[in-house]
Structures are given as structure tokens and as C-alpha cells.
């Protein structure tokens, strides 16, 4: 929706509007269509503004109340706006503007701290009141619109993207040695405060943080409870879980007053968000696609598929290598630091060819995480099972025999072993560990190990809900999955002036599925196994009785041995890298050797070593925002 920035000086001094201005300068392609400010005496708020829901005026920011002892910078969506207008209405409120921006005012004077509990929506958010000289700030439940502050016990400073801060206060462009070595032996990073610049820190996901009296005060205000079962109906699951989708979708797509289209990968996901988007309104929906020829990578049969069935306008992009290297520092920048996986290639052009077409995209994101739809998720499943069969009598061994082999066969014995390994006496999972082997912890070089200390590579999450499964998935949700999907799509989608929009992490749905038995999810070798029930007849069987899974398709692999095998190799062998003392070069050019002569696959460790020198050229080497800034997203 928009880009934000506050800064707050707790010593006294005067914010300059000049800062506030610098810090929106770099975020404008999240905004473009306007920007405010507020300063007065140390406290600042600036607002670049992407207009979706009442396009006038009166819905600019940053907003005040009525009596001017409020003032609110804001990015994100509360779907749920109409209804919390009327019921503030109800209470004596009046509303200056149709906005939902000015609905968190009115509920934030009505309900104070808690409003945020009755918000169905996606939200990052600076509230200053002026009467309790509170800075209060608010991020949404799972983390879908982004926000980041730094802290030196004078000032605070906080905006949606990182670039801001640097452009704020250049001395924070120093790399997080530990972060980065996450990032490199996992390709990915969770839900806490850190991020790749070591000053710099992320308000976490379903947390508030209140600035007051010269400190800093987290606090939660949602988690997911077992007790939050009773608010569903599971006696007839199917039928619930279809309910809460459609109203997700029908909230996301109808409360808009831009046009809306929907991302389509020709998987489950998008394809049931398109099917059912399909069903509620009378002109044809808008689909955007990205497709290949290479076959590995080739969705266009299911695209196609859902188009047909679904009456849509499809738009489709056909990404080549040909522009690979000039994109992908772009990318970058966007998203402020290094990348796990290519499929951000792939998205990236989805979002271009809808620029200028829709302003929002719906989207897919969240339902591999809720119902297990990752071939990853069948280890903790066969764990489940195993765990239960440990108690039970014959049948429950039968059922872990044959799950194992349906797994087996789809996904390999390795998916198998790793769900028995915790079960193993000590040495046989001792054997396990050599035979599988820590291949990604060897590229680091021996200096950041040493810098940084083993203990940083392993981060572990205790028993949450009870089943590995149900644990799994949470951790999923909450920690090592969604937030970097989401932090992925907010950068890409906003790089265009887009606001994407997430059904499935509608909070209810959320609930509702991380309450689902464990079968619901996972079921011998499908996934999904709710989801796949609750559609049959809207989404086209050919889709929804599909078993792979490809998420953003991108034939990197087959490219990396062709038209990107020098390219690649040159930056990552002619650059600095090498002397970074973050990678051991002499693995680097064996993998990139191995790789380039088709005896293995590594080209998801080459886009991260890829994103990881550019991430080091563009932001800590050097930082010029004017070579973005005055550049279209596509260039």
C-alpha cells in the first residue's frame, strides 16, 4: 500500500523534515502516487502513498484525529474496515474520510493498545500520541507488511524498508556476520530482530512496539492457542475451511477501489485463489503468469487449464536469460538483502507485467506452510505417525508401513530416515549424519566460522503444539518460512507500485487450520488433504489432484549451464568475494565446476552466493541510491 518513516529524537532535538523526506526518497516506488509529512519539534512522520481504498484526499497521511493529539503513518490493508467504521460509528465516532487508515485512529482512541486484536488485515504502522508522548508501533499477525527501526538510545527511526535507514544514518551499512551465516548454511532467515545489517533490527511479526520515556518495550499481541479451537467448526471441516477461504478471498479482492487481478503459477494455491475469485464478481478476473519452454520448469499446461475454466484475462510473461544479469542486482536493492532461492526471478516479471494493469494482486502464499504442502513436511508427518504407532496395535503399523512406502516412492528414502532419525539409538543417528552429510556448512570460509562461533549455525525451536507435524508447521508459519516469502513478495511487489494480497494468511483460516487433525493435512503421500476435499469442484481436477510441487518455477539450473555459466562464474570469481572471508573460494569454483558440467545441482547455492556479492557491492561497498531511485523498476 505505501512506504513509511518516523523518526523520533528522545534527547529534544528538532526533526528536520529534510531527513524524513530522504528516508521517503527511497522508498517512493512503494508510493507513487503522493507523500506527506509531519514534523513537530523531535518527532517526525513521513508517508508515501499507493492509493487503494478512498482515493481522495481526506484518506492522505500522514493522518490526524480530530484534535490534532494523534498522528499515524500506515502501510498495509484492514479488510475488515467497513464493519469496524460502523461499529465505531456506534460508539459516537465520526469519520472524516472512507479510509481504513482513519478507522485505526478512531479504534486506537476506542479500544487503545487491544485494537489490534478485532483488525483482519495486513498492517505495519507509527502511531504518535501526542498525550502520552508514546510512540506506538504495530506490525501484523504473520509479518506480511514489513518495518524496521534503529535505536542508539537518542533517536529512533523506523520505516518499511531498510534502504531508508541507510539513507537516514549511512553508518549502520555493517554487515551482521552471524545473520549472514544463517543465511548460508540454511538459505534462510525467521522472525526475529535481526536482519543482514547489524544495527538494524525488524519489529517481529504479531508484536507492538511502544517507544516512551527513552526505551523501547516489546510486546506480543497474538499467538496461536490450542483454546482458539473452539471458535470453529470442526464437525464438518470441509465445508468450514471453504467458508473462511472464500470470505478471505471475497475481503481481498472486492474491498479495492483500483483494479484487481490475481497471481496464477498454475499450482493449487493461486489456482484456487483464481477459481474462487472466478465465482465472485461478473467480469472476467485478471491472471498473471509466468511460464517457460524448458520442461523442468513449464506450467503453462495448468495455467492454461485454469484460465480456460475460469473465464479469465490471462497476462503471461515469458522470462529469458538474456536479462538475467541486469535484473537480478535490482532485485537486490529491492529487497535489501541476500535471497534464498530464484523463484524471486520468476515473481519479479509476474509483478512487471501486471504494472500498469492492476494495482493489487492476490495471491497464494501460506497454504504449503498451514496444511503441509512441502515435500520437507513429510518427515515430521511419518514422525507423527510413527510416535502414535509406538502406542498402538497392529493397524497403526500397517498405516506407518504404508505411508513410508507412498513417501518413498514420491519424495525418497530420504524423507523417510529423517522422520525415524530422532527415534534412532545415538550411533545409528550418528551414521545417519555422515551419510547425509553438512555439504552447505562447507562453503563458509573458516573465518566467519571462527568470527562467529558454531553455536550460531543451529537454531532450534522447541515443542510447541504437540505432534511434530502440527510443530512444524507452526514453526513454519510463525518462523522460518512465511516471513521470508512474505518479506520476498512485499519487496517484489512494491519495486512496481503493487499491493499484493495474501487469502490464506487470513487470521482466521490460520487459526482454523493449525487446528486441524494431522491427517487433515497430510495423508499417506498427499498433501493438502483438506484443501484437496473442500475445492473438489471448483478447482479442475487436473489441478487439484496434482502431487509435485514447483512454487515459482525458474530454470536456473539448466540457464547456469548455459548462457549464465560465465556470467556467473565471473562475478562471483572476478569480484571481491573471494576476499570477503565469507565463502571459501575453493568451493565456490568447485561447485560452480561440478555444476556447470551437470554432475550436480547447485544452482540454489549460486543464486544465494550471487544475491550475497551483490547485496555486498550495492550496500556495503558502496550505497547510491540515485542509481535506483531514478531508474523504472523494469530498467
Known sequence: ?????????????????????????????????GEGYHAAGPVGLGHARLKIIDLTAAAAQPMT??????????????????????????????????????????AYEEWGERCVERFNGMWAFALWDERRRVLWCSRDRFGVKPFYYLWDGRTFACPSEIKALLAFQPEARRPNYPYLLHFLTSGLFDDGSETAFAPVQSLPPAHALTVRDGALRLARHWDYDAAQRAAYDYDAPEATFRELLADAVRLRLLRSDVPVGT??????????????????????????????????????????????????????????????????????????E?????????QWHVMQRAHGVVTVLLDGQGSDELLGGYHHFFGPYLATVFRRALGGDLPAWRRLAADASAIAALAGRSQ??????????????????????????????????????HAAIQRQHEQRIGDPLDDALYWSVASTSI????????????????????????????????GLPFDDKIRGGTTKHIMRRALRGIVPDAVLDRRDKKGYPTPLARW??????????????????????????????????????????????????LTLELWFTQFIDAFDPARWIHAPAGA
Open 263 to 336: 497471481c496464477l503459477s498454475g499450482g493449487l494455491d493461486s489456482s484456487a485463489i483464481v477459481a474462487l475469485s472466478s465465482r465472485l464478481v461478473d467480469v472476467p478476473v485478471r491472471s498473471f503468469s509466468a511460464v517457460y519452454d524448458e520442461p523442468e520448469a513449464n506450467e503453462a499446461p495448468y495455467v492454461a487449464v485454469i484460465n480456460e475454466r475460469c473465464r479469465t484475462l490471462p497476462h503471461l510473461v515469458k522470462p529469458q536469460p538474456d536479462d538475467f544479469m541486469s535484473i537480478v542486482p535490482r532485485i537486490v536493492w529491492h529487497q535489501d
Open 338 to 346: 541476500p535471497t534464498a532461492g530464484p523463484g524471486l526471478y520468476s
Open 65 to 106: 484525529n480530530e484534535d490534532g493529539t494523534l498522528w499515524l503513518t500506515y502501510n498495509g490493508e484492514i479488510y475488515n474496515y467497513v464493519e469496524l467504521m460502523a461499529e465505531l460509528r456506534g460508539h459516537g465516532h465520526t469519520f472524516r474520510s472512507r479510509s481504513d487508515s482513519e478507522v485505526i485512529l478512531h
Open 483 to 514: 516471513p521470508g516469502l512474505l518479506h520476498y513478495e512485499d519487496r517484489n511487489s512494491m519495486a512496481f507500485g503493487l499491493e499484493a494480497r495474501v487469502p490464506f494468511l487470513d487470521y482466521r483460516l490460520v487459526e482454523f487450520c493449525l
Open 416 to 453: 523417510v530416515l529423517a522422520a525415524l532419525k530422532p527415534y534412532l539409538p545415538a550411533p545409528l543417528r550418528a551414521l545417519y549424519r555422515t551419510w547425509r552429510g553438512t555439504e552447505a556448512s562447507g562453503d563458509v570460509h573458516p573465518d566467519l566460522r571462527a568470527l562467529v562461533g
Open 1 to 33: 500500500m505505501c512506504g513509511i518513516a518516523g523518526i523520533w529524537h528522545t534527547d529534544g532535538r528538532a526533526v528536520e523534515e529534510a531527513a524524513l523526506r530522504a528516508m521517503i526518497a527511497v522508498q517512493r516506488h512503494r508510493g507513487p502516487d
Open 560 to 609: 547456469l549451464r548455459g548462457p549464465l555459466r560465465a556470467p556467473a562464474a565471473d562475478l562471483l570469481l572476478g569480484s571481491r568475494l573471494p576476499q570477503r572471508g565469507v565463502l571459501r573460494p575453493a568451493v565456490v569454483e568447485r561447485k560452480l565446476a561440478a555444476h556447470a558440467a551437470g554432475r550436480h545441482d547447485y544452482s540454489w547455492e549460486i543464486w544465494r552466493w
